[in-house]
């Protein structure tokens, strides 16, 4: 269980978030590469509005924020790559092993997650605006296109590399993101791909230590 | 000059793109970094529909693709960090320096770029749809918010980090998307930092180059 109070690494996360933010909050990316290297980090818990000094480690005010002795990096994607550079369980140390598992992080941060956060933040966001009512088709048709194009590409492969890696990491973590519709179920291989990464035990450890943190703060009157 | 019909690396790119797309489209993003560091590259050309095995090399069909030998990229974040590893001009060799320099690609990539384009989307394709009008206001809000933010941390920096890195190339390419718009002019500091960013002589470089294939395949009867 890699969550030490005493760790050199911390990573920043919410105290509580709405249930339907449960298990997506971006933390867990981190977290989860630390599981997957075995490396205990801390957790900076974060409640209402950001401070003002927290602007100065994540200019966008967003979670998380990952510390690691004087190292402050912001951005999942660049977080979980450096946690990467540690071991090439999640990042291969062959040069083009490397850059394709790169190149899937970007992947899923620029031409998947867009997609797939402008329909859910029509479904959990927006729901009774007008806009968003006359949105909602082509934006799923947009987010459908996208899973389609990765369906398509990971075939009938374990991962979309030769290994589990980073790509797979961020990848799966936005496709775990559009939970209330059936848009991943649609595409079965990716569907599958989806479960086999949630069923790895760093997967679960982070996921649980996420949870948990929530459960400890769930204010009263509010059930999971 | 590096275009060379014989150079090793070769990007794709469209023979032609409506005005409004003009110096625009993505593989400006690797001419610029490789004219920076130096090195030479062929074109590979897309008219109208892409070719089936087109998407064998980028499985959402757009431009850019990167090949050198053996190796293929797609993404323009792993693309231009791909080159990046070739010269410490956009890619420092020190440690912190270097995650950092990765951190704003991929800012620019996840916490601009996708606000930006909703905004850019909504007036470019959009304009008359109902939905567009009714959500544009919240769009270019979300926009203005995303732009604050980084031209806040820029502050009276020359550039985002000690010295011009991909960060910077990526995250101007990002902030010349709007630019219809007054939302850049409205931070002077991050209107000087693109100003700043395409006085560079690579980048002028690389433009001329996008624009110049444009010109050349311009439809009969299009005026730029």
Not at 89 to 96: A, G
């Amino acid at each position: 269980m890699p969550v030490n109070p005493n760790a050199d690494i911390e990573i920043s996360a919410f105290t509580w978030v709405p249930p339907f933010a449960e298990g997506l909050v971006r933390d867990l990316r981190p977290r989860w590469a630390l599981e997957e290297v075995g490396l205990p980090y801390r957790v900076q818990l974060l409640e209402g509005e950001r401070p003002p000094e927290y602007y100065l480690d994540q200019p966008f005010g967003q979670v998380p924020c990952y510390r690691e002795g004087p190292l402050t990096i912001f951005e999942t994607g660049a977080i979980v790559q450096h946690i990467g550079e540690k071991s090439e369980k999640l990042l291969p140390r062959d040069s083009v092993a490397r850059i394709h598992a790169i190149q899937w992080t970007y992947a899923a941060l620029n031409s998947v997650e867009p997609a797939i956060q402008n329909l859910t933040a029509i479904d959990l966001f927006y729901t009774n605006e007008e806009w968003a009512k006359l949105r909602r088709p082509g934006a799923e048709e947009f987010a459908r296109l996208k899973l389609k194009r990765v369906a398509d590409r990971l075939g009938d492969k374990e991962w979309l590399e030769d290994h589990f890696t980073i790509g797979d990491l961020i990848m799966t973590t936005v496709l775990r993101i559009p939970r209330h519709t059936d848009l991943v179920a649609e595409q079965p291989n990716l569907a599958a791909y989806v479960a086999r990464a949630e069923q790895r035990p760093a997967f679960q450890r982070a996921l649980a230590d996420q949870l948990a943190v929530f459960k400890q703060h769930q204010p009263e009157g509010v059930t999971a």
